[in-house]
Nanobody
């Protein structure tokens, strides 16, 4: 049974930082790309970032580029999202997801989400 558990969300002031973590179990973590998405109230789910299996390649949505950093620790089966220079528009529920092999936009497993709230 595959499980993804996010943590690290919370309330932060604009300009502050948070680090999200997502622990994964039930699969061989190092063989899958990983990603973060977010969804704000009344909005569609938005791609945030993606990291390759080795961690050597990373991709970001335009709205978070140069502010967020994705990384992974394959020894700990964990993917991280370092969020700096946070803005009120970053307020959302953040989800981690396991990418499907050989696909750039398919994801097979999702976490339950962690709330990030940025106050102005």
């Amino acid at each position: 049974q595959v499980q993804l558990v996010e943590s690290g969300g919370g309330l932060v002031q604009a300009g502050g930082s948070l680090r999200l973590s997502c622990g994964v179990s039930g699969l061989t973590f190092s063989t899958y790309p990983m990603a973060w998405f977010r969804q704000a109230p009344g909005k569609e789910r938005e791609f945030v970032s993606r990291v390759s299996r080795s961690g050597g390649n990373t991709y970001y949505g335009d709205s978070v580029k140069d502010r967020f950093t994705i990384s992974r620790d394959n020894a700990k089966n964990t993917v991280y999202l370092q969020m700096d220079s946070l803005k009120p528009d970053d307020t959302a529920v953040y989800y981690c997801a396991v990418g499907r092999l050989f696909s750039r936009d398919k994801y097979d497993y999702w976490g339950q989400g962690t709330q990030v709230t940025v106050s102005s």
